[in-house]
Nanobody, 117 residues
Framework: QVRLMESGGGPVQPGGSLRLSCGAS????????MGWYRQAPGKERELVAT???????NYADSVKGRFTISRDNSKNTVYLQMNSLKPEDTAAYYC???????????WGQGTQVTVSS
């Protein structure tokens, strides 16, 4: 069992920045992947970015160059620095965790990001 605790969402004006954090606790294996997904009203949940424990990152094309995912393995925490935010970035952002080699995927409760003037 893995528990995820997110923080850092909120309202922001277009062009602004926010930083999301997600800490994992529980059964954490040394090789795992943490990431962020988002879901806007009426749309399916989509990948934002992922970060493997070994360092490999992956980004959705829509956020490349604006968002940066990082992690602190000693704290089992992943961060999402979001810059140059756009109204279309408005969504509930969900932290995701998976121990590699396991089919179990864990989700955080979600944190709302609203980009509006």
């Amino acid at each position: 069992q893995v528990r995820l605790m997110e923080s850092g969402g909120g309202p922001v004006q277009p062009g602004g920045s926010l930083r999301l954090s997600c800490g994992a606790s529980g059964i954490i294996l040394s090789i795992n992947v943490m990431g962020w997904y988002r879901q806007a009203p009426g749309k399916e949940r989509e990948l934002v970015a992922t970060h493997r424990s070994g360092g490999t990152t992956n980004y959705a094309d829509s956020v490349k160059g604006r968002f940066t995912i990082s992690r602190d393995n000693s704290k089992n925490t992943v961060y999402l620095q979001m810059n140059s935010l756009k109204p279309e970035d408005t969504a509930a952002y969900y932290c995701n965790f998976r121990n590699l080699g396991s089919s179990m995927t864990y989700w955080g409760q979600g944190t709302q990001v609203t980009v509006s003037s």
